[in-house]
């Protein structure tokens, strides 16, 4: 019995070859996603800094309502003990808040927040 070998020209590809519309439909679905989370945000009635808004999304940070009426009411809790940066820590989220300015400044998730040593605040505020 004779076995031939076989020269392939081309390589053997498996799976769905990607496509230029797969980028496309990325962009638009983070577009979107974008724009929801930005709407969201600003009905809390804290500003949320570009930075902090980037680190929403690299973060996965939750951003539901309750989450946000919670951080509303550390920002108050704040503002009544006469605080300006504060870190407020809401279930597994932390946030630098810059109370004068009614801003979020940055955000850190669960997975960061072991070992992470926060500056140049004046409180923290758990809710």
Do not use: W
Not at 12 to 37: E, K, R, W, Y
Not at 64 to 69: G, I, L, P, R, T
């Amino acid at each position: 019995m004779d076995i031939k070998m076989l020269r392939l020209t081309a390589p053997i590809t498996t799976g769905i070859p990607q496509t230029s519309t797969a980028s496309v439909n990325d962009s638009i679905a983070t577009a979107n996603f974008d724009q929801v989370l930005k709407s969201q945000l600003q009905t809390s009635g804290l500003n949320f800094s570009k930075h902090a808004v980037n680190r929403v999304v690299e973060r996965n940070i939750n951003v539901s309502d309750d989450n946000m009426e919670r951080l509303n009411a550390g920002v108050e809790i704040a503002r009544e003990k006469g605080l300006d940066d504060t870190l407020i820590l809401v279930d597994q989220s932390a946030y630098i808040v810059s109370v004068k300015n009614n801003t979020v400044i940055t955000t850190v998730s669960n997975e960061e927040l072991v070992g992470n040593c926060f500056t140049n605040i004046e409180g923290t505020v758990i809710v």
